[in-house]
């Protein structure tokens, strides 16, 4: 009897993955490309959207290739990808532009939406913390700048449902937990806002058709079976977004468990039985995979991103002497500098802040450099610091009375066991590592089971697909150190936003 498959679509900033999983959530066969983002001007992020589509045939392509999978043996499919990234289509479903969730040009219009329904209102209806991250503002930004572009469009659509698009489903489709995103979704209701669309002037037909996760999209067509080698009319089914897909494929399906996703940006997520609104309004609260839930989110815009960054920048040498294992010798380097990296603070707002403090004019730095710094210290830094952020969204959710009593660790970042062991330490928390660290792409392959009807519900696909793999319990004699630098942490960023700093590098920066 031939074996059968699920494969789960990921569809990062910087990279789409593609892999095919087994029925018990066993990694069969795996692609991966990487890709990059463009950059117009300072704080400008764009992508091109044609060339990300044809990066995922090619990962398909390469997944059935790779152990002769036949196109005939994956009974379903299904995608996760980066959320509130805007793209535009015009009526003969040409891309016009796609703007990049990392992208900050509209921060005048954040001012236009809070003096039109209010900064609270729109996150009591949206469940978002007002910034220039989410869809309306850019929206707004290309109707006024780019007038001639947004006369073109027909479509206002996300990553996701241009790829479930391009294999053939008939009509754009996105999902509950990332329609959100368009600013224009009320999370509490599962509909689009019609007060924001009259407020805003924007027409529902601008924008895809909403269905739960797991939900049958359409079948592969048969351009698409030639390009890729999938079988034309396998099942496609909705997924869900990146970070909401890595949460869902490190078992958060319980009310309270939470999980820290760490890729390009990075996300702690709680799963909630209620419609939580965070007094404060700091962090998002969106739709579940599982529907009538929601999800509790503290954005990070640049996670492994950063280190990225600093791995190209910074660690030139070691990229051009090992590249093909520079992360392990990054890793090498972490694991010989002391916890707290002899006292260097590295503050990763590379892309902004966004939760749970919102302030896209933040900047990253490196505060402390002494001659008696080496780049093993700056690596180890730049894990502390991105790690730091994730303490701080923590901590804005465990003030808003929800208890954690383990970390589910998912995302490229899982890979590092010396930074696994760094996050342990710095939530002084176990973590949990998961058998594919991949989550997003399981979270993906999940929903294509239950679009089958393999399983009865997420809860199900989770319970066959998703495994733990190690433990990592807080080593207690690092939590003074890492407590003294999330304290200098905190006043560090005070210091440099009330001060003026922020603000006047953003103005030099225009």
């Not at 995608?79 to 703007?99: C, E, F």
């Not at 572009?149 to 008939?170: H, M, P, R, S, Y």
């Not at 939580?276 to 815009?301: C, I, S």
Request: proline share 3%; with cysteine.
């Amino acid at each position: 009897m031939d074996k059968k498959y699920l494969l789960g679509i990921d569809v990062g900033t910087t990279g789409a993955k593609v892999i095919a999983f087994d029925l018990k959530g066993g990694v069969v066969s795996s692609a991966y490309r990487e890709y990059a983002c463009i950059y117009p001007k300072t704080g400008w992020v764009e992508q091109d959207c044609g060339m990300l589509i044809e990066t995922v045939f090619d990962c398909c392509t390469n997944v059935i290739d790779g152990v002769k999978i036949q196109g005939k043996n994956i009974l379903s499919i299904s995608v996760s990808a980066q959320r509130s990234s805007t793209i535009l289509i015009d009526g003969d479903g040409r891309i016009l532009k796609m703007i990049s969730w990392l992208d900050n040009r509209a921060d005048k219009e954040v001012e236009e939406i809070e003096e039109k329904v209010g900064r609270e209102h729109f996150y009591d209806v949206t469940g978002l913390p007002l910034c220039a991250t989410w869809m309306l503002p850019k929206i707004l930004h290309t109707r006024k700048h780019e007038p001639e572009i947004f006369k073109k469009t027909n479509k206002i659509v996300q990553l996701q449902d241009v790829i479930l698009k391009a294999l053939g489903a008939e009509e754009y489709i996105s999902d509950e937990p990332e329609a959100c995103f368009f600013g224009v979704w009320d999370s509490r209701h599962f509909c689009y806002s019609e007060e924001f669309l009259r407020a805003f002037e924007l027409d529902e037909d601008l924008f895809p058709r909403i269905k739960r996760s797991g939900s049958i999209a359409g079948r592969v067509s048969l351009e698409t079976a030639h390009k890729t080698g999938l079988m034309a009319g396998t099942p496609i089914c909705v997924g869900i977004g990146d970070q909401n897909g890595a949460a869902l494929g490190a078992g958060i399906v319980e009310p309270g468990m939470v999980s820290v996703s760490i890729g390009t940006g990075g996300l702690a997520t709680f799963m909630l039985d209620t419609c939580y609104r965070d007094p404060k309004g700091q962090t998002m609260v969106t739709n579940h995979a599982v529907h009538g839930m929601w999800t509790f989110e503290g954005l990070q815009n640049a996670a492994a991103g950063a280190f990225r960054w600093f791995r190209d920048e910074i660690a030139a040498y070691e990229q051009f002497r090992d590249k093909d294992g520079v992360y392990d010798t990054l890793n090498r380097m972490i694991e010989n500098a002391p916890p707290g990296a002899k006292g260097l603070l590295m503050l990763p707002y590379f892309a902004g802040s966004a939760a749970p403090r919102w302030n896209s004019e933040a900047k990253g730095c490196f505060l402390g450099l002494t001659l008696g710094h080496d780049r093993g210290c700056m690596a180890r830094s730049c894990v502390e610091g991105i790690t730091l952020e994730q303490k701080d969204i923590m901590e804005s959710m465990a003030g808003s009375g929800l208890d954690i009593k383990c970390v589910r660790i998912v995302g490229g970042a899982a890979k590092s066991e010396v930074w696994n062991q760094i996050q342990a330490d710095i939530y002084q928390k176990p973590c949990e590592t998961l058998m594919v660290p991949d989550a997003a792409a399981l979270g993906a392959a999940v929903c294509a089971g239950v679009g089958v009807g393999l399983f009865e519900d997420v809860q199900e696909g989770v319970k066959n697909m998703v495994k733990v793999k190690k433990r990592y319990e807080p080593n207690p004699e690092n939590a003074g150190i890492y407590q003294s630098l999330y304290r200098l942490y905190r006043q560090a960023y005070d210091a440099l936003s009330e001060g003026g700093v922020f603000h006047g590098l953003q103005e030099l920066q225009r």
